[in-house]
């Protein structure tokens, strides 16, 4: 059987992204507050940009990764839905000292992948890059793929969610949920790689472990896409083994997953050190079998 694998629509598609949790902060003390949270330099964005980071708790663990977006009256954090229960009480601890008001499903999100996007974005908003569109902003994936947050209806061929975050797996792009929170530090799920962790913002919840980590060779894992075979549902969670001669050996969790047809794609968080041509399987399901996929980008501390 040939590998499958989330691909482009042929033409730009519509995805609606009911699995993200949008979270404001209004405030003439957004920016301040939102900077001594966070891994990412929230000073940097000018309206109209984006970046990914991370909130963390004292000890650098992970609560949420997010995508911060920046708007004129506003920032939006976007995250998945499970994490938010545990995540927002820690976000709002310090509000009441600041200017800011935190505020949850500021909005809509969709997503428009697919051949020519890129080209469409441009005639119907004028953008080539991210940037602010009537009622919100418009952020560039990648080539060929956005994510819209906005009111405006878009006619478009509407295409299946699930898609949306295999192209997100596929780039490396991680998706914390609940399962994981107070598990990973940053970097093992590649935020420095992708242009999520601020090095020299000074200080933020959790910059110690973060910092050491980088400047001490603190940190042993990574994140990794994996693909294969199951026959069986995989979730987020599902424990990972890895194969050792004749052997198998408990290897990491899985932390995002896309399944079709009997194809998994799948993220995880591994040793660094593991071997490329290394083989996984789903703890669960003996028959089943993963091996390594290329990360689009290079992993730096």
Known sequence: MSLQTPVFPAEPTLFPLTDLAITSLTGADRVKYLQGQVTCDVTALQPGQSTLGGHCDAKGKLWSDFRLLCLNDRLLLLTKPSVLTRQLPELKKFAVFAKVEIGENHGQAVGVAGQGSDGWIATRFGLTESG????????????????????????????????????????GIPHLEAVHQGEYIPQMLNLQALDGISFTKGCYM????????KYRGANNRALFVLAGTASEPVACGDALEIQLGDNWRRSGMVLNVWQQAGQVWISAVLPKDTETDARFRFKQEEASSLALQALPYSLTE
Do not use: F, Y
């Open 206 to 213: 959790g910059q110690e472990t973060v910092a050491r980590a």
């Open 132 to 171: 602010l569109i009537e009622g919100g902003m418009a952020v560039r994936v990648e080539a060929d793929r956005w994510l819209l947050v906005s009111e405006q209806v878009l006619d478009l061929p509407a295409g299946s969610e699930s898609l949306w975050w295999g192209l997100d797996i596929k780039a």
